[in-house]
């Protein structure tokens, strides 16, 4: 008999009254989507951890709370913005161009990085422009 890698994952988080982390609506679409879309033991709906001969659904797709480990460590990472939001809802902050809610770097962050790269070009070449315009011809 193989070796299962699914039973030397770490153990699933809890909240500190014991209770697992809840998704609302909105995240465990975003997660049900990642789980059809990337590398999770899931085929056709069907976990193929669980499968023991018998077909077993897949228990994430159809919970709100956190409670596959394959998922939580294999899967979730791939999603950073969506673990920070199930894992870490204070530590997030939303962009000031776009709205979107990513993970801040630092605490002087203030875009998402997909947003940070056009501001900052953005604000060099205005930089740029007035250092230039303020030389003497």
Known sequence: MKDNPYKRLPPLER??????????????KQASALIRQECCNCEDGNCIVLDDGDTCTCPQTVSFSVCCKWFRWAVLPLA??????????RDLKRCAVCGGVFVPKSNRAKYCPD?????????KTESERKRRSAVDS
């Open 115 to 123: 947003c940070a790269a056009r501001v900052h070009r953005r604000q």
């Open 15 to 28: 909240k500190p009254d014991g209770t697992p982390y809840r998704m609302t609506p909105a995240q465990r």
């Open 80 to 89: 950073g913005t969506l673990e920070a939001e199930i894992y870490r809802g």
